[in-house]
């Protein structure tokens, strides 16, 4: 069973930075890309960043420059550098795998970005 746990999520006032972090449970991380999603209250979730398994990256246009997503297939985890964070940035995020054996979801971190 492929299971995938975020965490990193949190208050931060407008201007910070987080970092998530994707940990995935057995070996199927490397194989595979990854991807952030996230969804705000009364919106559909939307895909912020994906990053291939040899690297390569997209980025939603609302987050290009501030957020950056990478990979450490050693450590089966994923991540998501989040700077200069705005008010519209709050949402519960979460991390995806979509594999030949199935589409799987973390449960979601919580990001609020607050003054």
């Known amino acids: 069973q492929v299971q995938l746990v975020e965490s990193g999520g949190g208050l931060v006032q407008p201007g910070g930075s987080l970092r998530l972090s994707c940990v995935v449970s057995?070996?199927?991380?490397?194989?595979?890309?990854m991807a952030w999603y996230r969804q705000a209250p009364g919106k559909q979730r939307e895909l912020v960043a994906r990053i291939s398994s040899g690297g390569t990256t997209n980025y939603a246009d609302s987050v290009k420059g501030r957020f950056t997503i990478s990979r450490d297939n050693a450590k089966n985890t994923g991540y998501l550098q989040m700077n200069s964070l705005k008010f519209e940035d709050t949402a519960v995020y979460y991390c995806?795998?979509?594999?030949?054996?199935?589409?799987?979801w973390g449960q979601g971190t919580q990001v609020t970005v607050s003054s």
């Open positions: 057995g070996s199927i991380f490397r194989l595979y890309p």
């Open positions: 995806n795998m979509r594999t030949t054996i199935g589409d799987y």
